[in-house]
């Protein structure tokens, strides 16, 4: 089973994790390419570009002007921050949980296109929707979308045919969607809080149960999607009434 979980714009500069086991992201050449296109930037037009504030875009301007220095590198496991990755919990990983996430976990990433938990890279913040103007002034989406899929496809036929969908939905546009549906078996699940019999989704929980479920796999190695139905976190529970062929469905009923 492979994992595909986004990356967060949350990212540290200062990882709390030190380690020197770091690999080199498939898609390093391409990674430098669009840095040294963001370095031509100043901090106004990261600001509108990004649609950040004036100190992120001050912090981001420093990180692309300085990205092709050699050091320091972080595993993007621990590079990213964000909501799903504090209950992915990696800094409590044993090694032999870091080697079975690095050959069955992919995260999605704008810069450096696909990335396994052990690459080395650079904290940094960009969005698909940024335009390249050296590459025909095409988004980012665009950019990524044949370089990746056949790299997606490839490695989830070569492990058991599966793909865990645990990212965000718009990063389905790094990919040629329907033709990875069409080729392996996505599972993609969903997460809703039923409060006064209606189905609410609250993104931060949705998040929240990504990285749980992410670190679940991490630990159980499932070998078949029945496993999954037994994930259990914060009172998501899967709802077998609410399910169907095509989607599990995991409910947590609010007070």
């Known amino acids: 089973m492979q994992i595909l ?5 949350d990212m540290t500069d200062a990882p709390s994790v030190i ?3 770091t690999t080199v992201p498939r898609f390093q050449r391409e990674a430098e390419q669009i840095a ?10 990261l600001v509108q ?3 950040i504030n004036r100190e992120l875009g001050t912090l981001n301007k420093m990180r692309y002007t300085t990205f092709l220095d050699p050091l320091p590198l972080q595993p993007a496991i621990f ?3 964000g909501i799903a990755y504090k209950q992915l919990h990696a800094e409590q990983m044993t090694n032999l949980q870091l080697d079975f996430a690095q050959s069955h976990l992919w995260i999605t990433s704008f810069l450096y296109g696909l990335l396994r938990p052990l690459d080395g890279i650079k904290s940094h913040r960009l969005e698909g929707s940024v335009r390249l103007p050296e590459y025909d002034d095409r988004q980012l989406f665009t950019f990524w979308r044949p370089l990746l899929t056949d790299v997606l496809i490839d490695s989830v036929k070569a492990d058991d045919g599966i793909l865990l969908h ?5 990063m389905k546009g790094l990919f040629d969607w329907k033709r990875v549906k069409r080729e392996v078996t996505v599972v993609e699940p969903k997460f809703t809080t039923i409060h006064h019999g209606k189905q609410k989704t609250i993104v931060v929980y949705v998040k929240m149960c990504r990285g749980a479920m992410t670190r679940f796999v991490i630990e159980k190695q499932p070998r078949d999607i ?8 914060e009172g998501f529970t899967f709802d077998p009434i609410e399910s169907n062929n095509d989607q599990m469905v995991f409910t947590l009923e609010a007070t």
Do not use: G, P
């Open 36 to 45: 040294v296109n963001m370095m031509k930037y100043d901090v106004d037009e």
């Open 5 to 9: 979980l986004s990356c967060s714009k």
């Open 19 to 21: 380690t020197q086991r």
């Open 49 to 51: 570009i990004l649609k």
């Open 79 to 81: 590079a990213h921050t």
């Open 166 to 170: 645990l990212a965000s939905a718009e």
């Open 226 to 233: 029945e496993l999954l139905k037994t994930f259990d976190f």
